[in-house]
T-cell receptor, first 117, second 113 residues
Framework: GAVVSQHPSWVICKSGTSVKIECRSL??????MFWYRQFPKQSLMLMAT?????????EQGVEKDKFLINHASLTLSTLTVTSAHPEDSSFYIC?????????????FGNGTRLTVT | DQQVKQNSPSLSVQEGRISILNCDYT??????FLWYKKYPAEGPTFLIS?????DKNEDGRFTVFLNKSAKHLSLHIVPSQPGDSAVYFC????????????FGKGTKLTVNP
């Protein structure tokens, strides 16, 4: 099956620093990847849609200057949390569509637990 | 405003019995629905989906039922197995596919041996 690898699985950083999270599709090419965030006991919330070779599309309320997304190749998208603050502590998870149609299901990475101290 | 609601945070069933997980939605534009299963420290994995043109989709032990008039869908697992113990997320989209999925908060299923 389609595999999406996300790294790191957890990270602790100090307030004010930046953190980069990588998302790779290992056995398929992903023109589009999606970044989600989940707070404790809440649902997964779509943050942005990452498109290879173009700018990401951000959902309402998500600061694009704070959450920098780069989709440099068909197998790699990165999310950089800039100037992280404790309120950015959350579970970040990426996903990609493996098939050629948007009817294909999303395949998720294992997520990254970010803790900002 | 929660567009996809899973009102039961947890469910416990005996091995071999049926597990029924419920999901309600408010957005009448949703036309594609999915169920994902999530184990601790892993990402969600796709289980089963259903288009709004259908009212039932079956895949092995898993069946999803869709009642559009009630804006309700359910996932039936028969027979339930201990390995099914996980958090189940209901998701929906208005794009006919997996773009812009809206997720519920999940239901933790425990299947007791």
């Amino acid at each position: 099956g389609a595999v999406v690898s996300q790294h790191p699985s957890w990270v602790i950083c100090k307030s004010g620093t930046s953190v980069k999270i990588e998302c790779r599709s290992l056995d398929f090419q992903a023109t589009t990847m999606f970044w989600y965030r989940q707070f404790p006991k809440q649902s997964l919330m779509l943050m942005a849609t990452s498109n290879e070779g173009s700018k990401a599309t951000y959902e309402q309320g998500v600061e694009k200057d704070k959450f920098l997304i780069n989709h440099a190749s068909l197998t790699l998208s990165t999310l950089t949390v800039t100037s992280a603050h404790p309120e950015d502590s959350s579970f970040y998870i990426c996903s990609a569509i493996a098939g050629s149609s948007y009817n294909s299901p999303l395949h998720f990475g294992n997520g990254t637990r970010l803790t900002v101290t | 405003d929660q567009q996809v609601k899973q009102n039961s945070p947890s469910l416990s069933v005996q091995e071999g019995r049926i597990s029924i997980l419920n999901c309600d939605y408010t957005n009448s534009m949703f036309d594609y629905f999915l169920w994902y299963k999530k184990y601790p420290a892993e990402g969600p994995t796709f289980l089963i989906s259903i288009s709004s043109i259908k009212d039932k989709n079956e895949d092995g032990r898993f069946t999803v039922f869709l009642n559009k008039s009630a804006k309700h869908l359910s996932l039936h697992i028969v027979p339930s197995q201990p390995g099914d113990s996980a958090v189940y997320f209901c998701a929906a989209s208005a794009t006919g596919g997996s773009e812009k999925l809206v997720f519920g908060k999940g239901t933790k299923l425990t299947v007791n041996p």
